[in-house]
């Protein structure tokens, strides 16, 4: 490590940008993802999805949540 002080600085630079993409991509799944609705019951929760085509041609779509 002290010949080569460049090696260095870059391995350790680039173990701190891993750490640090690491425990952000982290952050962003655990909040998203794995931490629980704030619900009573989170697995009783969905979505409704409507959809109705007019004589015109166009389409027009609803969701509900609940």
Known sequence: ???NP???VTVVLTLA???GANTA???VVNA???KSLPYSHPERMGTVYTR???PMG???RHHVNG
């Open 52 to 54: 109705v085509t007019g």
């Open 58 to 60: 166009w389409d027009e």
């Open 17 to 19: 940008l891993s750490i």
């Open 6 to 8: 460049g090696f260095t």
């Open 25 to 27: 991509i982290f952050s």
């Open 32 to 34: 998203l993802l794995l």
């Open 1 to 3: 490590m002290w010949r």
